[in-house]
């Protein structure tokens, strides 16, 4: 199985702020990789596609990048309602794996 | 609208089996992989498996290959993860998706708690 190693764990920022969450593959996965936003007590949703293409009518505050293993999330200007957990997703090979999340807060 | 509307919570004791559902609508629902995933009290996502509603190809991952077993009925537009002998560490939120193009993850039920606790 490939794993997904996302870091940090957790992070504490202010609202206005630029969060960066990374994401490392154990092997190349070219741009195959989806980003998901989990709000407390609430299913996940799907944020971001094939690395860097934004699902339909999410905001432009949150984006992608990377190729290859190493891969970037960043929130532009961090909001009240972005306090989530967010997870990486790979689907280059089977099984389809998520890395371990990144709990994002309001300092 | 897309909706997947999953059963209700359940509390099970071990040994026991247990069926939740799930079910669709606002698509077409023999043409989208319908997938199933595990999240442990307070853990991440672990995707367990899919099916494809048209042929009722499935496909399990490793980890959960043998531990449940995924079904669809497409004449009622739903979803099954079914246990034959459930553990304490079954205890989880499950929720199902559809996943477009096999790869994403775009729409969710809104999870089924199984408590298994003797």
């Known amino acids: 199985d490939i794993q997904m190693t996302q870091s940090p764990s957790s992070l504490s920022a202010s609202v206005g702020d630029r969060v960066t969450i990374t994401c490392q593959a154990s092997?190349?996965?070219?741009?195959?990789l989806n980003w998901y936003q989990q709000k407390p007590g609430i299913a996940p949703k799907l944020l971001i596609y094939?690395?860097?293409t934004l699902e339909t009518g999410v905001p432009s505050r949150f984006s992608g990048s990377g190729s290859g293993t190493d891969f970037t999330f960043t929130i532009s200007s961090l909001q009240p309602e972005d306090i989530a957990t967010y997870y990486c997703?790979?689907?280059?090979?089977?099984?389809?794996?998520f890395g371990g999340g990144t709990k994002v807060e309001i300092k | 609208e897309v909706q997947l509307v999953q059963s209700g919570a359940e509390v099970k004791k071990p040994g026991e089996s247990l069926k939740i559902s799930c079910e669709a609508s606002?698509?077409?629902?023999?043409?989208?992989?319908i997938g199933w995933v595990r999240q442990m009290p307070g853990k991440g996502l672990e995707w367990m498996g899919n099916?494809?509603?048209?042929?009722?190809?499935?496909r399990y991952s490793p980890s959960f290959q043998g531990q449940v077993t995924i079904s669809a009925d497409k004449s009622i537009t739903t979803a099954y993860l079914q246990w034959t002998s459930l553990k304490a560490s079954d205890t989880a939120m499950y929720y199902c998706?559809?996943?477009?193009?096999?790869?994403?993850?775009?729409?969710w039920g809104q999870g089924t708690l199984v408590t298994v606790s003797s």
């Open positions: 998706v559809r996943q477009r193009n096999y790869i994403e993850l775009d729409f």
């Open positions: 606002g698509y077409t629902f023999a043409n989208y992989w």
């Open positions: 099916i494809y509603p048209a042929d009722s190809d499935t």
């Open positions: 092997q190349d996965i070219s741009k195959y």
């Open positions: 094939d690395a860097s």
């Open positions: 997703q790979q689907y280059d090979k089977f099984p389809l794996m």
